[in-house]
Nanobody
Framework: QVQLVESGGGLVQAGGSLRLSCAAS????????MGWYRQVPGKQRELVAD???????NYEDSVKGRFTISRDNANNTVYLQMNSLKPEDTAVYYC???????????????WGKGTLVTVSS
């Protein structure tokens, strides 16, 4: 089994910063990509940023220049540094890891339980 443990959410004023982290552990053979998604009530979960093994990074347009994703491959951890936060960034943020478990021959997506980020105006 695979566990994803997220941390770093909370309440911050507009213009402030937060850093999210997500550590993957368990029966992991290899990790292809790690990333962060977010969801607000009534809307679909959307990609915020992801990073592949080769270092390719994608950002959702509204966070470009404000958020930075990084990865510690040795510790199977992904980070999301969020600066210049806006009220519209308020959401539950979910860590996603695309990996192959030990004993399995295919890649699958695994999700964390989510961490709430609230940005007050």
């Amino acid at each position: 089994q695979v566990q994803l443990v997220e941390s770093g959410g909370g309440l911050v004023q507009a213009g402030g910063s937060l850093r999210l982290s997500c550590a993957a552990s368990g029966s992991i053979f290899s990790i292809n990509a790690m990333g962060w998604y977010r969801q607000v009530p009534g809307k679909q979960r959307e990609l915020v940023a992801d990073i592949t093994n080769s270092g390719t990074i994608n950002y959702e347009d509204s966070v470009k220049g404000r958020f930075t994703i990084s990865r510690d491959n040795a510790n199977n951890t992904v980070y999301l540094q969020m600066n210049s936060l806006k009220p519209e960034d308020t959401a539950v943020y979910y860590c996603m890891t695309r990996l192959m478990e030990l004993g399995y021959g295919y890649v699958s997506d695994h999700w964390g339980k989510g961490t709430l980020v609230t940005v007050s105006s």
